[in-house]
């Protein structure tokens, strides 16, 4: 994003979505960019207000959370940006499940009765909730597809020791309960997610983004009982519309694809969804905030400057 680097930068990473800039005071500047991902492939066109969408549930969400477990989150100076503490992540994601949907769909869908080491029960339907929530992590990968791996080979491979497996967790199921609270208080079904933690020392840090439609899944609760009766497919607030979207346009990530163009018209459905999202998760009017890249830039120089003091 920033043609000059920030005081104090050291290091930067541009990942699919985000953009992340590391200071030699053990901060971090965090910009959300409006660039939308779907099977680890970058699409195209950018999406507008993506990132400022996803920036302000995040904030809002680890705010919400922060009684549960500490966060990385220190301030946000601009609407698509996010400043916090630097930590050493584990490599891999917490992928916390409630419903059978999505990537668990399509694998239970194929016959598969076992997903990163948990056993899952015959007869399920597609959407289908779980007896109790399920964590089927997989590994962070730098480049390419993210893998799905079992609490096992987590341990045996070192990307958490037992103890910290066991605090990872205990705060993915609780993080996962308090954001169905929260989205059950808005008619809404948190169906799964994902968490990223980190430490600092020996402390555990939730990381990254919480609860967005990135990294999560919704349903709306009215009508979710009667549509499971018919097997219609459940209205969602996610976005798996996108992906399902490019699955339609036969693009899955897989190596000889390619992805299909984006015309305006659904740039601009894409966008509202996202705000769709906002409002109902947050329960409050979207506010578009545009900024300018120089503007975010002197926003974040101005809140490192007091964060240093």
């Known amino acids: ?21 590391y200071l ?27 990132g ?15 009684d549960i477990c500490p966060n990385w989150l220190l301030s946000t100076p601009a609407p698509n940006v996010a400043i916090g503490k630097k930590c050493e992540p584990f490599k891999i994601e917490m992928v916390v499940r409630g419903n059978l949907v999505g990537h668990a769909w399509r694998t239970y869908q194929s016959g598969a009765r076992t ?30 597809h993210d893998e799905d791996i079992s609490e096992d080979a987590i341990i045996e ?8 497996w066991d605090i990872l967790k205990k705060y993915t199921f609780a993080l996962f309960e308090r954001g169905k609270e929260i989205a059950a208080k808005q008619g809404l079904i948190l169906v799964d997610t994902k968490y990223e933690f980190g430490k600092i020392g020996d402390t555990i ?20 009982e009667a549509r499971q009766a018919k097997k219609e497919k459940q209205k969602q607030l996610s976005k798996e519309f996108v992906r399902e979207w490019l699955i339609e346009n036969n693009f899955m990530g897989k190596d ?53 003091n």
């Open 256 to 308: 000889g694809q390619t992805v299909p163009a984006m015309s305006p018209e659904w740039i601009d459905t894409i966008s509202k969804r996202y705000i769709e999202l906002y409002e109902k998760v947050i329960g409050t009017p979207f506010k578009p905030e545009p900024k300018t890249e120089e503007e975010t830039y002197d926003l974040i120089c101005e809140e490192l400057k007091k964060l240093n």
């Open 157 to 164: 491979q070192g990307l958490a020791s037992a103890e910290d």
């Open 115 to 144: 997903l990163c080491g948990v056993t899952l029960a015959e007869g399920l339907n597609e959407n289908d909730y779980f007896p109790t929530p399920i964590i089927t992590p997989s590994t962070k990968a730098s480049e390419g």
């Open 52 to 66: 400022q969408v996803l920036n302000q549930i995040a904030a809002y969400m680890l705010k919400a959370t922060v």
């Open 205 to 224: 840090y939730l990381m990254d983004e919480i609860h967005t439609p990135d990294s999560s899944r919704y349903f709306y609760a009215e009508g979710f």
């Open 1 to 21: 994003m920033n043609k000059k680097p920030f005081p104090q930068q050291v290091n930067e990473y541009h990942g699919k979505v985000r953009d992340v800039y």
């Open 24 to 50: 030699d005071n053990e901060l971090l500047v965090m910009i959300a960019s409006d660039r939308i991902s779907a099977f680890d492939v970058i699409l195209p066109n950018p999406i507008p207000f993506k």
